[in-house]
């Protein structure tokens, strides 16, 4: 059957990417691209997009039929930061727009699902040193509250019902060509764009804030790769944890000086203290490079290059 994709939330930080990948991979006339309004003009001018609301079951399920998809990747959530500012809605939106997709897949409509998970599944009782793939979880913010229900999900409709989802807990995300939106590890964006622009930067974390990060094109190929793996290859149905490098705003800050010598850095410490505080400061990720060989490419160094090269 030939591979026909929808993604949903294709405007966002990691969609906007992924639509670009997936357009390369499966050809621009086999990949629908959807998002609640038309947010970027390369994902909407480059292919088909179509707007809907992640939230509409029917909506969904009409544009399944109408382009035969086969692979649905569901991008659309509320991050960290802005969850906190409005659980309610970050509960529905995270939520049922899973079930939507989970449910089109247990009726038969869809063959095979991504939906991202993220480290904001641990909380403050995880042991924050390489974390393992199984460990006490007990998140204290909505998203990672809504992240840690939502592979329990999908583990149950594999289980259950034999859906076929795929998920990786992403680490922080770094790239460069959209803005990235409400997440605690935003930081590691903005400050390669004020490290040009103004040669100096205020960090909303403290200096020693650890936390496990990863640039795009990692966190991109990780996807592609998981979800093309054999089925039999995917042995664990709640969510893979997943690493790149781990750093401190400190180390970004001095990786920065290396290229921007009078670059400074000052530290205020904001109410995304205490989210980053609840989280992981590195991460196991062995089960990922035994089941599908997974295996990361950016170190820090490498991606300071890329950042700083690709926004002058
Ligand atoms: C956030 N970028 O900060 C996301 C991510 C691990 C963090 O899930 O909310």
């Known amino acids: 059957m030939k591979t026909k994709v929808l993604i949903i939330g294709a405007c966002g930080q990691i969609g906007t990417e992924l ?72 509960w529905d939106l995270n939520m049922n727009s899973l079930f939507h997709v989970l449910n089109l897949a247990k009726a038969g409509k869809i063959k095979k699902i ?81 490290a040009l622009s103004d040669g100096a930067f205020e960090c909303f974390l403290s200096e020693d804030t650890a936390l496990p990060m990863m640039y795009m094109d990692d966190a991109i190929r990780a996807t592609i790769e998981i979800m093309q793996a054999d089925e039999d290859k995917i042995k664990i149905r709640s969510s893979y944890n997943l690493s790149g490098v781990s750093f401190t705003p400190k180390e970004i800050a001095t990786e920065i000086k290396k290229h921007i010598p009078d670059f400074t850095i000052t530290y205020k410490p904001d109410f995304r203290q205490k989210i980053a505080d609840s989280w992981p400061a590195s991460i196991d990720d062995s089960n990922a490079r035994e089941d599908w060989q997974w295996k990361h490419q950016f170190d820090l160094a490498s991606m300071t290059i890329e950042m700083l090269e690709n926004l002058k």
Not at 36 to 60: H, S
Not at 132 to 144: K, N, R
């Open 114 to 194: 991504f939906w991202p998970s993220s480290i904001a599944v641990f909380g403050p009782t995880t042991p924050r040193i390489n974390t393992p793939q199984y460990t006490i979880m007990e998140p204290t913010t909505v998203y990672g509250i809504s992240k840690q229900t939502g592979e329990r999900w999908c583990e149950y409709y594999n289980k259950q019902y034999g859906v076929d989802v795929r998920s990786i807990r992403y680490p922080g995300l770094i790239s460069w060509t959209t803005e990235p939106g409400g997440g605690t590890t935003d930081y590691a964006v903005d400050i390669y764009h004020k």
């Open 19 to 90: 639509t670009h990948k997936l357009r390369d991979i499966y050809g621009i006339d086999n990949v629908v691209a959807s998002d609640i309004r038309k947010l970027n003009n390369d994902v909407v001018n480059n292919g088909i997009f179509e707007v809907i609301n992640a939230l509409d079951y029917n909506q969904i399920e009409h544009l399944i039929e109408q382009y035969q998809i086969t692979d649905v990747y569901l991008m659309a959530a509320l991050l960290s930061a802005t969850a906190e500012k409005n659980p309610a809605f970050a």
